[in-house]
């Protein structure tokens, strides 16, 4: 596609409740990473996959987040049981390769709120 | 680890005044070094990026930045605001080899008459 687009763009839901998170790449792009924007922590890196594996879950706050990412392409983030510290910006982004010199395209996040 | 910090929050300048947005970061290897920019309702973009070649890095719509290895600076500059660059601005540093960016706190420009 032409960037990254990410589904859906806003989110709320009732705290306990389970929720999944889209992100598509741009097509051909082997390396795609899930940051968080909150208030209170900024940026955060979340998780890096390198085509369908995750070298790095590091960021991952608890458990209760997973992600996986299927055909070397779509990811989707899973949060079971939120909780309203995970209201924040889920932000995906991809690049080409998996250097640190690639250029790393964002999309424009999911909006997520727990009430 | 690798980190980073960003000195203010908020910037207001005028239109045609001198932005400058700085920028300390701490590694203990040689750092790749970025400047992203995010518009209000709108994604990251990359503005520019350090990755040791030149020390001077231009980047797009007129920014650039110096990495000085002995102040652990990357000082972001634009001789001349407009009022479009009008965003928060987020200095990172990469670490592990790949793009897991340690992100700054950011900074908030405002650009007035």
């Known amino acids: 596609g032409a960037g990254v687009s990410q589904s859906p763009s806003n989110k709320v839901t009732e705290k306990g409740k389970d929720v999944e998170l889209r992100c598509d790449p741009i097509s051909g792009h082997t390396a795609l990473y899930w940051y968080r924007q909150s208030l209170g922590q900024g940026l955060e890196f979340l998780i890096y996959?390198?085509?369908?594996?995750?070298?790095?879950k590091s960021g991952l706050p608890s458990d209760r987040f997973s992600a996986e990412r299927t055909g070397g392409s779509v990811s989707t983030l899973t949060i079971q049981r939120t909780q309203q510290e995970d209201s924040a910006v889920y932000l995906c982004a991809s690049s080409r390769g998996t250097g640190a010199n690639e250029k790393l395209f964002f999309g424009s996040g999911t909006q997520l709120s727990v009430l | 680890a690798q980190s980073v910090t960003q000195l203010g929050s908020h910037v207001s300048v005028s239109e045609g005044a001198l932005v400058l947005l700085r920028c300390n970061y701490s590694?203990?290897?040689?750092?790749?070094l970025f400047w992203y920019v995010q518009y209000p309702n709108q994604g990251l973009q990359l503005l520019l990026k350090y990755t040791s070649a030149a020390t001077l890095v231009k980047g797009i719509n007129g920014f650039e930045a110096e990495f000085k290895k002995s102040e652990t600076s990357f000082h972001l500059t634009k001789p001349s605001a407009h009022m479009s660059d009008a965003a928060e601005y987020f200095c990172a540093v990469s670490e592990g080899g790949y793009n897991k960016l340690i992100f700054g706190a950011g900074t908030r420009l405002a650009v007035h008459p």
């Open positions: 996959f390198q085509g369908n594996s995750a070298p790095d």
């Open positions: 590694s203990s290897v040689p750092p790749y």
